[in-house]
């Protein structure tokens, strides 16, 4: 699912962007070689950087 339609952006894309770059939607974008457009993506893109990011940081249950 393409989350900036404007730049061809999918949702897989930026969330390993955003694990692996600091900063807001615009430096995540810009690591992405980006630059946002029409800006409409830009609330649902900061969503889903905030959520990539708090999951990051979930520990690993391992079955044991
Ligand atoms: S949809 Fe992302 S800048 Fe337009």
Redesign the pocket.
Known sequence: MF?????A?RECELRAAARTHPGDVDAVYAALGKV???????DE?TEIIIDERACAQLPVVVPG
């Open positions: 989350v900036c339609v404007c730049n952006i946002p457009q029409c800006g409409s993506c830009l893109a």
